[in-house]
T-cell receptor, first 115, second 113 residues
Framework: AQSVTQLGSHVSVSEGALVLLRCNYSSSVPPYLFWYVQYPNQGLQLLLKYTTGATLVKGINGFEAEFKKSETSFHLTKPSAHMSDAAEYFCAVSDRGAAGNKLTFGGGTRVLVKP | DTAVSQTPKYLVTQMGNDKSIKCEQNLGHDTMYWYKQDSKKFLKIMFSYNNKELIINETVPNRFSPKSPDKAHLNLHINSLELGDSAVYFC????????????FGPGTRLTVL
């Protein structure tokens, strides 16, 4: 069975500071990995994904994440936080080849951006 | 235009009642999903449909019955509601069965009293 652990349910950063959200996964097969963002009163939106190839993937709004197989991690970063980055972020893993693309999610990390 | 929409946003009801949640996507996607988010914020897949055909049914009680009248709609009907059904239910869609859901709906918060 797959699982995802997000370290820290809440993260507070100052505007302009680095955003780092941690995600570790467990999977018996090479995984597909995803980050989703949920802005207040909205649904989740795909931020970026890793499937194969380059381990550093870039997403929307200046976010990027690096797949590190040896550490079973897929941490999300953004060099400089904006007020508009305040949201909840979810890491997810998918079983490769599973019918219907079944996602297993972490518990989310809420990001607060201080002016 | 909202890509994936759900109604209602909030649903408060008594134990034993039957209720439905509706979902619509205007993206022309083939595949739709229902996910349940528990009190610890973990989302777990319940069902997926591809072109109105049931693909995934994850150990969900028979009281939950999805219905897809066309590929743009996936509704969730719940019979004999129980306290443990209280959760946020999210609908999502993806272009095909093998592609990643890009958008989820805003969620329906169901509270069973």
């Amino acid at each position: 069975a797959q699982s995802v652990t997000q370290l820290g349910s809440h993260v507070s950063v100052s505007e302009g500071a680095l955003v780092l959200l941690r995600c570790n996964y467990s999977s018996s097969v090479p995984p597909y990995l995803f980050w989703y963002v949920q802005y207040p009163n909205q649904g989740l939106q795909l931020l970026l994904k890793y499937t194969t190839g380059a381990t550093l993937v870039k997403g929307i709004n200046g976010f990027e994440a690096e797949f590190k197989k040896s550490e079973t991690s897929f941490h999300l970063t953004k060099p400089s936080a904006h007020m508009s980055d305040a949201a909840e972020y979810f890491c997810a893993v998918s079983d490769r080849g599973a019918a219907g693309n079944k996602l297993t999610f972490g518990g989310g990390t809420r990001v607060l951006v201080k002016p | 235009d909202t890509a994936v929409s759900q109604t209602p946003k909030y649903l408060v009801t008594q134990m034993g009642n039957d209720k439905s949640i509706k979902c619509e996507q205007n993206l022309g996607h083939d595949t739709m999903y229902w996910y349940k988010q528990d009190s610890k914020k973990f989302l777990k897949i319940m069902f997926s449909y591809n072109n109105k055909e049931l693909i995934i049914n994850e150990t969900v009680p028979n009281r939950f019955s999805p219905k897809s009248p066309d590929k743009a709609h996936l509704n969730l009907h719940i019979n004999s509601l129980e306290l443990g059904d209280s959760a946020v239910y999210f609908c999502a869609s993806s272009q095909t069965l093998d592609s990643t859901p890009q958008y989820f709906g805003p969620g329906t918060r169901l509270t069973v009293l």
